[in-house]
């Protein structure tokens, strides 16, 4: 796969992928192309490797993490009006979309490792073992992770149920 | 609580993921995201990371492949690229080259009434994308350029390219620009905004201005001067050899005024396929800058090159692309800079940048535009 086709088929996952770990899409259009001129410039390495898609994921992660190091930054400044627009309230169910516009607030809020590792294991859907993998990290780290972004979250949103079972490829509790 | 919260995270990262930009509108940033980093790699801040540079398809800009006139018959090989022969001279090549043109550039349009007080001081043609092969760019400001001819501050960018894709994504607000359908972005206006359209099927206009917090209705109505141009941006060099096969990058010129200005053409080496390297690690990158001035201020070995003496500065710090670079004043006020950055397992020596150099042809710059 030369990089012009990889870039046509995956950009759109990528660029998702990118704005749910930033929880910025503006941010996350910035990663993206630095990641990209990045990826390319070794393509023809990147290319050989068993998981192209995988190994590219990776470097918008680092690039993130090592953005939010740059910049000792913490939060991730979420307008308002966009939440509204996305998650208009309808009048027979206000419980729920009150509960969902809270997480998306909540979630912007978290510390950009806990964010990515909660992206990588709800959105991406994957394994502790392969979220350390991605971030160079022990199990039991990204656990941690997971934990305390679970706890913060829980802790927010009172009355929540636990998490009574993990996703298809472990447990989370 | 009425939503387990697995649930609730999922579907919250479900909606940020809708919040992502269009990815036409990443491959359309991707052009100036290269550019950077081509002036990055110039002034050899990036050391791991290679230029996007350009492949098959050249539109606009043209593209001077050398193949059969350089060193090695143009046929750069993947690794060891333009392996140095040491020659006895500078000035004396192992083969005869014939002298490539590179045409003047086409820039196509410009803003008949940019906001009062800013003036047109840079102009800019890449290549170098393969996802957006041809691009020209001319900008706008109050404040001048840097010695790198950066813009950093507030200013207003006119980018014509050649694409068959749309100006529209999520996030933008179709409106109507004399007649024809166009797209606003204001997704992070006042700061940066932009207006685009299509004036035929396969030219891209986009006008975008950054921390002019122009309003929506400014913006479009400066959209609206935006006319054809038969201006072009000449090459202020051309080359009389080189040390391989290469392809044109980029061209850029500018300035402040007459008096403060800079030129210049860079270019990545071809490989045995015909495509350029510069997204490899393999390829070489050879910059050529012309100007009233220098960037590279480092001490140098002193070495005699087109009848004056100059300094040859060797940069391994940059690597794994090792950097030279030959900078000369010229005598009337001009300073010659070569650059040429190559990756680890192949070299472009010494006498390969003097020889670049004394092969040049200097073409006299047009500087009428600048600071107007």
Known sequence: MTFEEFVSARLGTLVRYATVVTWDPHLAEDITQNVLVKASARWSRIARMSAPELYVKRMVLNEFLSWRRRRAAHLVPLDRAPIDALAAPAPDAIGPYDERDAMLRLIAALPPKQRAVIALRFYEDLSTEQIADLLGCRTVTVRTHLSRALATLRGAMPAVPMITHGSSHDRTN | ?372
């Not at chain 2, 390219?161 to 997704?187: C, E, H, M, N, R």
């Not at chain 2, 003097?354 to 600048?370: G, K, N, R």
């Open chain 2, 1 to 372: 609580m009425t939503v387990p919260i697995e649930e609730l995270i999922r579907d919250a990262q479900e909606r940020q993921a809708n919040r992502a930009v269009h990815p036409d509108r990443i491959r359309a940033g991707l052009p100036a995201r290269r550019r950077r980093v081509v002036r990055q790699r110039r002034l050899g801040m990036v050391a791991v990371c290679a230029a996007v540079a350009g492949a098959a398809a050249v539109v606009t800009v043209p593209t001077v492949l050398l193949n059969g006139h350089g060193k090695g018959n143009g046929a750069t090989v993947a690794g060891a690229p333009a392996p140095s022969q040491a020659s006895p001279s500078a000035a004396a090549p192992s083969q005869e080259p014939t002298p490539p043109t590179i045409a003047p550039v086409p820039l196509g349009y410009t803003v008949g009434s940019p906001p009062a007080g800013l003036i047109e001081r840079s102009r800019t043609a890449g290549s170098g994308n393969s996802l957006n092969p041809s691009l020209q760019t001319r900008m706008w400001s109050a404040e001048p350029v840097d010695e790198y001819g950066d813009l950093k501050g507030s200013r207003l960018v006119l980018d014509v390219q050649q694409t068959t894709g749309s100006g529209q994504y999520s996030g933008v607000t179709p409106i109507t620009l004399g007649g024809k359908p166009a797209w606003y972005d204001g997704i992070d206006a006042p700061d940066k905004s932009s207006v685009s359209w299509k004036p035929d099927a396969g030219t891209l206009v986009t006008l975008e201005q950054h921390g002019l917090n122009l309003s929506r209705n400014a913006l479009i109505g400066i959209a609206e001067t935006v006319r054809p141009d038969p201006a072009t941006l000449p090459p202020v060099v051309t080359f009389g050899w080189l040390p391989g096969a290469f392809s044109v990058e980029n061209v850029d010129l500018s300035g402040n005024s007459t008096g403060s200005w800079h030129g210049d053409v860079g270019l990545s080496s071809v490989g045995p396929d015909g495509q350029s390297q510069g997204r490899s690690y393999f390829g070489a990158y050879l910059s050529v800058t012309v100007g009233t001035s220098s960037t590279e201020t480092g001490s140098g070995e002193p070495v005699s090159v087109l009848g004056r003496t100059g300094k040859l500065i060797t940069d391994p710090a940059t690597a794994p692309e090792p950097r030279l670079t030959l900078v000369v004043e010229l005598g009337d006020g001009t300073w010659l800079t070569v650059s040429a950055m190559y990756p680890v397992g192949g070299t472009v020596s010494k006498d390969d940048v003097l020889h670049v150099a004394e092969a040049l042809q200097l073409a006299p710059p047009d500087l009428s535009w600048i600071g107007r």
